[in-house]
Antibody
Framework: QVELVDSGGGVVQPGGSLRLSCAAS????????MHWVRQAPGKGLEWVAVIFYDGSKRYYVDSVKGRFTISRDDFKSTLYLEMSSLRADDTAVYYC???????????WGRGTLVTVSA | EIVLTQSPGTLSLSPGERVTLSCRAS???????LAWYQQKPGQAPRLLMYDASTRATGIPDRFSGSGSGTDFTLTISRLEPEDFAVYFC??????????FGQGTKLAIK
């Protein structure tokens, strides 16, 4: 079964850190660019970060640069997002998703909720 | 950055009606590098359309997309009860810097 399973969310204090994981199955993980997209409560979708299929390049939305790091372990078919210096406006459901040739996103995880609150 | 503006924000319609959703880009999008997603409450987005007018796998033919340049539309020819959801457009013309529209909610009248 082709799927992505996000995990690792939780409640964290401002300034804290968290690591999200996304386990892939049913497809050749190393063939795909992988992304994190987030959605604040009641809001729209915001693209956060991408790592190319071969891990050669990573890009981030300006608001998370220097605080978040995307990485992948192709042996474990797992995507990660290391988040540090978390702020209240990082509160959101975080989805991992895969792209088709650096274009649209055809497969999404169910999401994991990150709440930044004192 | 390409800003995508969707209109209207909310539409109240009845099953069986036809609806057209709009997505306008702040800059021209080449090669129709635009996708549409559907999201239901508590669920992840689902890909509906890519390259502006190509239906994703399993998407019924009552959904159609069109447009080029800065103006794109998603049309649902006859609304089914399961179509009431939020719809987002997304550009990948400036990949890897992707942006989404703010969404249009289809509500049951």
């Amino acid at each position: 079964q082709v799927e992505l399973v996000d995990s690792g969310g939780g409640v964290v204090q401002p300034g804290g850190s968290l690591r999200l994981s996304c386990a892939a199955s049913g497809f050749i993980f190393s063939n795909y660019g992988m992304h994190w997209v987030r959605q604040a409560p009641g809001k729209g979708l915001e693209w956060v970060a991408v790592i190319f299929y071969d891990g050669s390049k990573r890009y981030y939305v300006d608001s998370v640069k220097g605080r978040f790091t995307i990485s992948r372990d192709d042996f474990k078919s797992t995507l990660y997002l290391e988040m540090s210096s978390l702020r209240a406006d990082d509160t959101a459901v975080y989805y991992c998703t895969r792209d088709i040739r650096s274009t649209y996103f055809d497969l999404w995880g169910r999401g994991t909720l990150v709440t930044v609150s004192a | 950055e390409i800003v995508l503006t969707q209109s209207p924000g909310t539409l109240s319609l009845s099953p069986g009606e036809r609806v057209t959703l709009s997505c306008r880009a702040s800059q021209s999008i080449s090669s129709a590098n635009l996708a549409w997603y559907q999201q239901k409450p508590g669920q992840a987005p689902r890909l509906l359309m890519y390259d502006a007018s190509t239906r994703a796998t399993g998407i019924p033919d009552r959904f159609s997309g069109s447009g080029s340049g800065t103006d794109f539309t998603l049309t649902i020819s006859r609304l089914e009860p399961e179509d009431f959801a939020v719809y987002f457009c997304q550009q990948y013309d400036r990949s890897p810097m992707y942006t989404f529209g703010q969404g249009t909610k289809l509500a049951i009248k």
